[in-house]
């Protein structure tokens, strides 16, 4: 037991107590995690129990509000219908005669619908042919414009390759040639050098021969007497003559190594001389040779240099031609898609107007030429037509039945427009007649002042006829019959 308590009362060394410091905020964090979580849940739990509550009485108010609703709109209901059942009736044998003329309408308007797009398939056609054609020639201009350009970069490529190639040879030649130069000119060196080493060596044998012959016969005689001499002095300086019996053998190889040496250096002077001047003529060759390969060189960099400068400005060229092709295609490419959604339009807003049109202009659509037979007769001069000119003729002779409806319905719309302003004009007279009608009901000072219908005089009344209404429309037309049709849909929305 005391040893139990010695160890448990042993301070905690800083490690330990940095884990336990961790493990404390591990735990405080996954408590407040957890305290997150339920507060969430009871949250979520309770905003999910409060929509379902506000849901509830929603749907509670809007029962009792559509009872009440239903209870008062009974009432009107009842009471419309009674007004409506008589407007139907009246409306529905309207609606049968409609309904059989434009049963008879359809058909035709089918009839028409399919010659026209037929009519519109072939045109549409026909602007896709001539588009693909003129895609075919621009795409043509390019594939021949694009091969030129090729051809002639290949050419020029050959062209510069061949001659780097032809340089290339024609200094490796020259290279070799020089290089054989030096060696043949090395070799006859050497071989002049050999040759009078061994002429030099021949003369020096024979002179010593030579010599040798005439000093053997001096060399006896003197030798017969230094030998008398020499038995003499030897007796009196053997010792000497030891000593000088070796000297005299290092005098002599000293002399013949002195002699070798002195023949060998002024040999050796000799040729250094010649292949200093053979050196200084092959230096001068070597030097005007290497003078005319530099400017050979210099010449061959400044065409390089050019033809680079020329095959960068093709490129360049090359290049601005490719981009100014591609801007010019993406133009294309959108001014036709342009064209194509301009043209659904047109297709979706004829199909709109075609809901509108008259049974006159379902029955003929294009009116005939207005032009007199002088002014169909009328000719270009040729000197003003030219290729462009017919080409753009023969683009728009498609359009010649568009432009039949667009005129006439301009003509339209100028006529109704016409026909508006005399209606309009119409309108404030018979309002100016309605307020004289009514003045003249009234009896009061004002009216009494000025004109009165219940004057009669001569069996005239005092007041200004109208107008007679315009019978004829632009063409010689009758206009057409109005009636006032009020749909049963249109009263009860106003009703209700």
């Known amino acids: 037991m005391s040893k139990k308590g010695k160890k448990a009362k042993m301070p905690l060394s800083d490690e330990e107590q940095l884990l336990l410091f961790q493990q404390k905020l591990l735990a405080e964090e996954e ?8 507060l969430n849940q009871f949250l979520k739990d309770k905003l999910a129990k409060e929509e379902h509550n506000c849901a509830l009485n929603l749907s509670k108010i809007n029962t009792q509000w559509r009872t009440v609703l239903r209870e008062v709109k009974t009432r009107e209901l009842h009471k419309d219908i009674e007004i409506l059942s008589r407007t139907f009736e009246r409306v529905v044998d309207c609606k049968d005669g409609v309904i059989k003329s434009l049963v008879k309408d359809l058909s035709e308007a089918e009839e028409q619908y399919a010659h026209a797009l037929r009519s519109h398939l072939h045109n549409i056609d026909q602007l896709l042919a001539l588009q693909r054609r003129r895609l075919s020639l621009l795409e043509e201009s390019y594939n021949v414009e694009l091969e030129a350009l090729t051809k002639e970069f290949e050419t020029e490529r050959k062209t510069i390759i061949d001659q780097h190639e032809k340089e290339i040879h024609y200094l490796q030649d020259v290279f070799v040639a020089m290089e054989q130069n030096c060696l043949d000119s090395e070799y006859e060196s050497k071989l002049e050098f050999q040759s009078m080493w061994e002429d ?31 038995k003499n002095y030897t007796d009196a300086t053997e010792d000497r003559k030891i000593a000088f019996e070796t000297l005299k053998a290092k005098d002599e190889k000293s002399c013949k ?3 070798a040496q002195m023949k060998k250096i002024q040999r050796l002077q000799d040729s250094i001389i010649i292949l200093k001047g053979k050196i200084m003529v092959h230096g001068r060759e070597s030097e005007e040779q290497n003078q005319d390969i530099r400017e050979d060189k210099e010449l061959v960099l400044v065409q390089l240099r050019k033809l680079k400068a020329q095959r960068t400005q093709a490129r360049g060229i090359s290049q601005e031609n490719l981009v100014k092709l591609t801007l010019e295609s993406n133009a294309t490419l959108k001014a036709l898609r342009k064209i194509v959604d301009k043209g659904e339009k047109v297709l979706k807003l004829a199909e709109i107007c075609r809901k509108f049109e008259t049974e006159e202009e379902k029955v003929l659509p294009f009116y005939s030429s207005v032009l007199t037979p002088e002014e169909q007769d009328i000719k270009i001069d040729p000197e003003e037509f030219t290729e462009e000119l017919g080409k753009v003729i023969m683009d728009y002779i498609g359009m010649e039945n568009f432009w039949k409806r667009y005129n006439k319905v301009k003509l ?6 016409h026909r508006r302003a005399q209606l309009l004009e119409i309108n404030e007279k018979l309002r100016e007649m309605l307020k004289q009608y009514l003045d003249g009901i009234s009896v009061s000072d ?33 206009p057409p019959a ?6 049963a849909a249109h009263v009860i929305a106003h009703i209700l």
């Open 31 to 38: 408590m407040a995690k957890k305290k997150e979580r339920l």
């Open 200 to 230: 030099l060596k021949n003369k020096n044998l024979e002179e010593k021969h030579f010599l040798r012959l005439q000093l053997e016969h001096t060399v006896e005689d003197l030798w017969r007497r230094f030998q008398d001499a020499l």
């Open 482 to 487: 109005t009636y006032n049709i009020i749909e």
């Open 257 to 259: 190594e002195i002699e």
């Open 412 to 417: 339209e719309q100028l006529s109704l427009q």
């Open 446 to 478: 004002e009216v009494l002042s000025q004109l009165s219908p219940h004057f009669i005089v001569n069996q005239s009344r005092n007041l200004p006829q109208p107008p007679s209404m315009p019978t004829a429309q632009p063409g010689g037309q009758k």
